[in-house]
């Protein structure tokens, strides 16, 4: 089971195609999580959008798989936002999961995002960037004051490669697209979705600091990493994995990838989850 980014980023409209290989030896579940994309409704209470909330939906889900599909455990896969669900619900939850594969892994979000700012402003100055350099100046270090100023960091971020090392994010939405999932209402269903959830959770996702409150699992662990991954990035996952205890730990490396590995190089991604098939016998 996928639990995508953001929070609000909902992916399955553009995650069939990169993930067609791995239906050939999983069951794949692509979820919309509450106040995402399909599951964004206007009437959900901005109070219902918390961290333990988002933690009981997921248990919730997995535990319905489990009955619906007669399996005994899940393989759970989170990116960026919903690593912090994954690792969590890894940590509480053992018996749910085979093993837990974080993509983009949260470990301290003030950290990771000062470590970002600085990044782009550095490729700023270093290509004599004036524009991007007055404003990643205006905006300053994080915490940023508002959605906007967030999104003038991840603007630069962008350019400069750290988000993703080939193309962007919309040329991979348009590449991987599948028109069946799509359409206009889903469209603005998924815009209002991302801006809810960023408002709702920014404040709270802020707070979080793996580091600390997950240091032992009981599972295998593996984090999929990019290696120009500056969106969360990737040197805090490596001192993470120092601290952590867990029966099994390791970094996986994306030497052509940024934030996304598993669509920027969907094969290797794809690759490496079958091998993990080698868990069950």
């Not at 509450?34 to 919730?60: H, P, V, W």
């Not at 009955?67 to 393989?75: A, G, L, V, Y």
């Not at 991987?176 to 920014?202: A, H, M, P």
């Amino acid at each position: 089971m996928f639990l995508h980014g953001g929070p609000g980023t909902a992916q399955i409209f553009f995650s069939r195609k990169p993930q067609r290989t791995l239906e050939d030896h999983f069951i794949i579940v692509n979820w919309d999580q509450r106040g995402a994309g399909k599951s964004y409704n206007k009437n959900i209470k901005k109070s219902d959008m918390t961290l333990d909330t988002f933690l009981k939906d997921t248990q919730e889900l997995i535990e319905f798989l489990i009955r619906r599909f007669d399996r005994k455990k899940i393989f759970l896969v989170g990116h960026s936002w919903g690593s912090i669900l994954g690792i969590k619900l890894a940590a509480t939850r053992p018996d749910l999961i085979y093993a837990y594969i974080g993509i983009g892994q949260v470990v301290d979000m003030k950290k990771g995002e000062t470590i970002s700012y600085q990044y782009a402003l550095k490729q700023a100055i270093e290509s004599r960037n004036k524009k991007a350099i007055a404003e990643l100046q205006q905006i300053g270090s994080p915490p940023y004051p508002d959605l906007n100023a967030a999104g003038i960091q991840r603007k630069w971020l962008s350019k400069f490669k750290g988000t993703m090392r080939q193309g962007n994010i919309y040329k991979t939405i348009l590449k991987n697209l599948t028109l069946s999932d799509f359409s206009i209402s889903y469209f603005f269903k998924l815009i209002q979705g991302i801006v809810f959830s960023l408002q709702s959770l920014e404040d709270e996702q802020m707070k979080i600091n793996i580091l600390q409150e997950v240091r032992m699992l009981k599972i295998p662990v593996y984090f999929c990493e990019g290696v120009y991954d500056y969106t969360v990035p990737f040197e805090l996952v490596e001192e993470y994995v120092k601290r952590l205890d867990a029966p099994q730990k390791k970094i996986v490396w994306f030497e052509n990838s940024g934030h996304l590995p598993n669509f920027e190089e969907p094969e290797t991604f794809n690759d490496f989850c079958i091998s993990l098939l080698e868990l069950l016998r």
